[in-house]
C-alpha cells in the first residue's frame, strides 16, 4: 500500500509542478483516490504513470492522470453539486468527481452525488466493482446507459450542476445543454475520430450557451444515438 501511496504523491507533486493541477480540493481529491484499484488487473505497477491505460480487451481507456486533472479544474465541481458523467469506463474520473462534491470533511447532507453512465456493459459491471472497493458506493451511482439524449433520456428541465463527457464527440449533444442548469458547466471533447479540443461550455444565468475551445486532446469515441 504505502509504494502505491508514495508513487501517487510524487504524480500529484509533477501534476502541480507542471501547473496543470492548482486547487486545493482537487489536490485533495486526486491525491486520495487510489487509481490502482480502478486500472484493469495486471496494470496496477502502472497506475501513478501518467498514461492512458487500456480497458481489458473492450478498446476503452482509463485516461491518463493529467487529464483527468485538467477535467476537474475546467469543470470546477464543488461541494453539493450534482454530477452527470458519461462514460464511466473504470469509475476512476466518477470518483474524483466525488471527492470534490462529497468530501469527507463535509457533513453528509451538504454532500452532492454523481450519476455516470456507461454504454458497455462488461464496463458498468467493472466500474461498480471498483467504486465499490475504493468506498464510493454512497456517492456515485453507475447506470447502463447511451448518455447521448441525456438522462432521464430526452427530459428536457435543468438538473444538473456539471456534466463532464470523458468520450470524443463530433458535437455537443443537445440533450446535454438542456439538462445543464444556469450557472452549470458543461465539459466536453469534440471533434473528430483522431483529435479533439475539449470545450468548456457554460451556461449563463439567462440560459445563453459561452464556448471556449482549450487544450487538443484525444478520447476514445462517443457512441450512442447523438455519437459515431
Ligand atoms: N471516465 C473514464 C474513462 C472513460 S473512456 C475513466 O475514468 O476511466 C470513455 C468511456 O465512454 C468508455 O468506457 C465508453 O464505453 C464510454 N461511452 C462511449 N459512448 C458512450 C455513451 N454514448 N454513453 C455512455 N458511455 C459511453
Known amino acids: 500500500m504505502t509504494k502505491y501511496y508514495e508513487a501517487r504523491s510524487r504524480l500529484v507533486d509533477r501534476l502541480i509542478k507542471e501547473g496543470i493541477l492548482r486547487t486545493g ?12 484499484l480502478f ?3 495486471g496494470y496496477e505497477d502502472y497506475a501513478y504513470m501518467d498514461n492512458a491505460l487500456p480497458l ?14 485538467y477535467m476537474l479544474e475546467a469543470l470546477k465541481p464543488m461541494p453539493g453539486d450534482y454530477i452527470l458523467e458519461i462514460g464511466s469506463g473504470s469509475g476512476y474520473q466518477a470518483a474524483l468527481l466525488a471527492e470534490a462534491v462529497a468530501p469527507a470533511k463535509e457533513k453528509n447532507n451538504m454532500w452532492g452525488h454523481v450519476l455516470s453512465l456507461e454504454i458497455v456493459n462488461e464496463l458498468v459491471e467493472f466500474a461498480r466493482k471498483n467504486i465499490s472497493r475504493a468506498g464510493y458506493s454512497d456517492k456515485i451511482i453507475i ?9 432521464p433520456p430526452y427530459y428536457k428541465k435543468e438538473i444538473y450542476d456539471k456534466i463532464l ?12 445543454l438542456h439538462q ?7 465539459v466536453i471533447p469534440v471533434g473528430n475520430l483522431y483529435m479533439q479540443r475539449l470545450m468548456i461550455v457554460e451556461k449563463r444565468r439567462d440560459g445563453s450557451i459561452k464556448a471556449k475551445e482549450t487544450l487538443g486532446c484525444m478520447f476514445v469515441p462517443l457512441k450512442g444515438k447523438n455519437g459515431w
Open 180 to 186: 445543464l442548469k444556469r450557472g452549470g458547466m458543461l
Open 143 to 151: 447506470l447502463h446507459k447511451d448518455g447521448t439524449v441525456g438522462y
Open 25 to 36: 480540493r482537487y489536490i485533495e481529491a486526486m491525491s486520495k483516490v487510489p487509481r490502482h
Open 56 to 69: 481489458g480487451d473492450t478498446g476503452q481507456t482509463i485516461s491518463a492522470p493529467h487529464m483527468c486533472a
Open 165 to 176: 463527457v470523458t468520450a470524443a464527440a463530433p458535437k455537443i449533444p443537445k440533450m446535454l
Open 39 to 41: 486500472v484493469w488487473p
